[in-house]
């Protein structure tokens, strides 16, 4: 369509622009939004006086936000982890299970038995999911092939479902580090030696990513070992995102402001110190409350976040194991109700800020000039947005101005 009008009893357009002290998402009521190829060309406060237009396509919901990012998510999964989880429930221990052969692993397999038509077709049908419940943009990571052959299928498979514009956008991270394949025979050094010297330049030569990430934690990899990929990564061009802390604080979010990371993911475990380095080097912290609730961990240090200026992002982790979801609405929900953040702080965190964390300045937001990534709810406030509905509340999702919800 090349013109849409939006009435929108309540606009929330997480523009700081618009923003004050006493309404930090900076809200319009009944406002009307109008879309002319695929951008926002007007924004009228209050303009419900104004008569709808004949000829041009109108639509009126009660709430309307930006496009909903979901800036973590593992997505490109195939196969079940269901016994897992029922054992994890039972009160198994999670890494326990991987030591015995399951969790990433056991998805390596799933990845490596799968063909790059079966891969993007079971992530195009998660994508619409997602979209179903407001998401525009989500951040897709690669990570459970755990070989260059298997890890550059999983990239394909991204990289198809990136250039279908009826799914959500996708911006696809190389989770370089992830686990160790059974064919390393347990030299972590030598396997990140050679995903960093020989690995890397292969994909990124590619063009199949646009972020590199590593699993910096313990038994998983280590400061020392991931280094040389975030440095190799920067010297390609290429954005560093690390998950970090999930288990134990082994020197993550240092590395992370040393290599000036785009983002640290879960953070439940942080060192002295580490929240004001994050601040200085403008990482932004990746909240992943549903994994943490599944692993039945204490939340990360929000406070020590918080007064440190870290700017929070709000992510579902979407993934077979720790994380069985595709809702970011519920990681909302849940990031409220389990970690402490404010609806403000959560509506912009998985808005604005999720989309500052994966280099897309323009999305997130509701303003003039801006691409028309936008949802429409029936709910009367975004308040309602975190409530734990277990059911999609969503009228519309448009991604520059067309629908794929």
């Known amino acids: 369509m090349s013109e849409l009008v939006i009435r929108a009893r309540r606009l929330v357009t997480c523009d700081p622009h618009r923003a004050t002290a006493d309404d930090r998402l900076g809200v319009i009521e009944n406002a009307i939004v109008r879309v002319r190829e695929g951008r926002i060309d007007t924004i009228i406060a209050d303009g419900f006086a104004e008569p709808s237009q004949e000829g041009v396509n109108t639509v009126e919901t009660d709430l309307v936000t930006p496009g909903l990012v979901d800036a973590h ?11 897992e989880y029922a054992i994890r429930m039972a009160g198994g221990d999670y890494e326990a299970i991987a030591r015995a052969g399951g969790g990433i692993v056991a998805s390596m397999r799933a990845v490596r038995a799968a063909s790059v038509d079966e891969i993007a077709s079971v992530l195009s049908a998660r994508l619409r999911r997602m979209a179903a419940q407001g998401v525009t943009t989500v951040e897709v990571k690669s990570g459970y092939g755990l070989s260059l052959e298997a890890e550059r299928k999983q990239l394909e498979a991204i990289a198809r479902c990136a250039a279908d514009p009826s799914l959500p956008r996708v911006v696809a991270t190389y989770l370089a580090l992830h686990a160790l394949p059974p064919e390393a025979a347990g030299d972590r050094d030598a396997f990140a030696a050679r995903v960093a010297e020989h690995e890397l330049p292969k994909v990124a030569e590619l063009g199949l990513c646009r972020f590199v990430d590593a699993y910096v934690d ?21 954005g560093v995102r690390l998950h970090v802390g999930q288990f134990a604080d082994v020197g993550g979010a240092t590395l992370a402001a040393d290599v000036g990371a785009s983002s640290v993911d879960h953070v439940e475990h942080l060192g002295e110190g580490d929240a004001e380095r994050l601040a200085e080097a403008g990482v932004a912290a990746v909240l992943l409350p549903v994994a943490s609730y599944t692993l039945k961990q ?6 020590r976040l918080r007064r440190a200026g870290v700017r929070l992002v709000v992510a579902s982790d979407a993934n077979p194991g720790t994380a069985p979801t595709e809702s970011l609405p519920l990681a909302m929900a849940f990031a409220v109700r389990s970690y402490g953040l404010t609806v403000p702080e959560t509506i912009a965190g998985a808005t604005r ?21 936008l949802a429409g709810f029936d709910v009367p406030h975004e ?17 520059d101005g067309h629908a794929i919800a």
């Open 73 to 83: 998510t593992h997505a490109a999964w195939v196969g079940s982890r269901h016994d």
């Open 218 to 238: 313990r038994s998983a990899f280590s400061v020392a070992q991931a280094r040389p990929l975030c440095e190799r990564a920067r010297a390609l061009g290429l």
């Open 298 to 303: 204490d939340p990360p240090p929000i406070d």
């Open 353 to 373: 800020e999720a989309a500052r964390s994966l280099a897309l300045p323009e999305r997130g937001v509701v303003r003039e000039g801006a691409p028309a990534d």
């Open 383 to 399: 308040a309602a947005l975190v409530q734990p509905w277990g059911t999609s509340r969503l009228r519309f999702a448009l991604r």
